[in-house]
């Protein structure tokens, strides 16, 4: 193995952990990350999931502010939670993304709406094996309003969350398509440069502001709708990685940049801010649509639950705090042989 290789194998493991906010917290989640990370790499990079649905907070109704602001750090810290488990929970993996030309031409504008439909049609192997991200949002949309009715307060946390991962997935146009990681047209690294080096680098100057959630009425549609618009995007995500290839050197491609005292290879800055012009604020876009989307959800969930009150629900305990960290240790101790979430 020539060194070369031994640093672009790692950079696939180590370069999320460069993000801000890992650099601020890094000492105190770090070993934790770093065990995660090098199991796969997380959709939307660990930095883009937690702000959608720390963002997706303060766009909620007014009742719902002080509950959800009060639980924010817990709604930030397990936006991951989906991908942390990937490797350690049967049945995980495929959530996350859908292989949209696995059924043919058009095929999320005629696969059916709602899940059962789809297993009378497909069987439930079939979706398994090609990802079932858009029905997947639809039942944890249910869980979430269970969870409200409930008024309880630790699954309204961890549904929520989990939700909001999911919704962010469906809005990444890479987890559409089997070509995931551009690993079918040479593009090797895509998805990572797309979801986790293009927003570390400019995600500061994105403007997420997205105004005041609202109703959903029709949640099955508007799942779909997202990745539709995710698969809409697919096209300029690859043929302007490949346009720009085309014009660039290797050696300009790519650079080695210095990551926690590690050189590793990643895509040069210049590279990157040319695509990233290219794509004309379509990474912004998918952000601040997600972040739309998942303070919909939420805020349709409590509607639909018949508006709970919020403000006399209990605090998580001291017990269900190490209960979750224990579920997350164990996630790290357990792999299992899915597709990688770097890939998709
Ligand atoms: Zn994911």
Redesign the pocket.
Known sequence: MTINKIIFGKYKCLYLFDFKWFRLFGIIFGCLIMQNVCAGN??WGFWAHQRINRLAVFTLPIEMQPFFKKHIEYLTENAVN??KRRYAVVGEAPR?YIDAEAYGDSALYRLPLFWNDAVAQYTEDTLALNGIVPWAIQQYKYQLTEAFRERNTRRILRVAADLG?YIA?ANVPLHTTRNYNGQLTGQEGIHAFWESRLPELFAEEYDMFTGAATYEEKTARRAWQAVRGANAALDSVLRFERELTARFKPEQKYALEDRNGTLLKTYSREFSQRYHQMLAAQVERQMRASVKMVGDFWMTCWIDAGQPDLTTTTDLTEIQKKEDESEKQNWLKRLLKVRT?NEN
């Open positions: 997380p959709t989906p991908d996350h991962h997935d979430e």
